[in-house]
């Protein structure tokens, strides 16, 4: 197995519309890194038969084990996770982030700030990132400016109606 070790990279995007929780985002994981290497079948295939005889799904810490031994068995691995603080409930950001911080893997976490879970993943190097109320307006006012079929039904660049759109959807996004 050895020489089949490698790089991978797996992710997880939270929308504050989806029913995100720890445990299906650390399943996707698993996926994640099966489909990139599926030579790394076998690390999990113990798994797999348990739980299709006993028609089961693995706990939370079986999941962990397995992302355990697939890190493990690669060069590097890396996780991403966008959104952390759209997943509901403070039990599930606590659970996945402890998870998380059991695995051997360099993590990248995209959130609004989240200090009461800090403790979950002491390790954690925090860096701020906070839009601007401007750079919201620019983006928006781009858009509209480079988008063909807009132009085309306010009948050219107006900068005013492009301006007060801009302004509206910034009023409305209250930052994100």
Do not use: W
């Not at 079986?62 to 509901?88: C, N, R």
């Not at 998870?99 to 954690?124: C, M, Q, V, W, Y």
């Amino acid at each position: 197995m050895e020489s089949q070790r490698k790089t991978a990279v797996v992710c997880a995007y939270c929308r504050f519309d989806d029913d995100c929780d720890a445990e299906s985002i650390l399943r996707g994981f698993v996926h994640q890194f099966l489909a990139q290497n599926p030579l790394l079948l076998p690390l999990v295939d113990r798994y797999y038969k348990k739980h299709k005889i006993q028609r089961t799904s693995p706990k939370m810490e079986e999941i962990v084990e397995m992302l355990h031994s697939l890190i493990t068995s690669l060069d590097s691995a890396y996780i991403v996770v966008d959104g952390l603080d759209e997943i509901s409930g403070d039990k599930e950001k606590a659970n996945l982030l402890q998870a998380l911080g059991k695995l051997p893997a360099r993590t990248l976490i995209f959130s609004r700030p989240l200090e009461l879970h800090l403790r979950d993943l002491p390790s954690a190097t925090i860096f701020s990132v906070e839009a601007r109320d401007e750079d919201i307006e620019k983006f928006v006012g781009s858009i509209l400016l480079n988008n063909a079929s807009f132009q085309e039904t306010i009948g050219g660049v107006e900068g005013n109606l492009v301006r007060d759109i801009a302004v509206k959807i910034r009023k409305r996004s209250r930052g994100m």
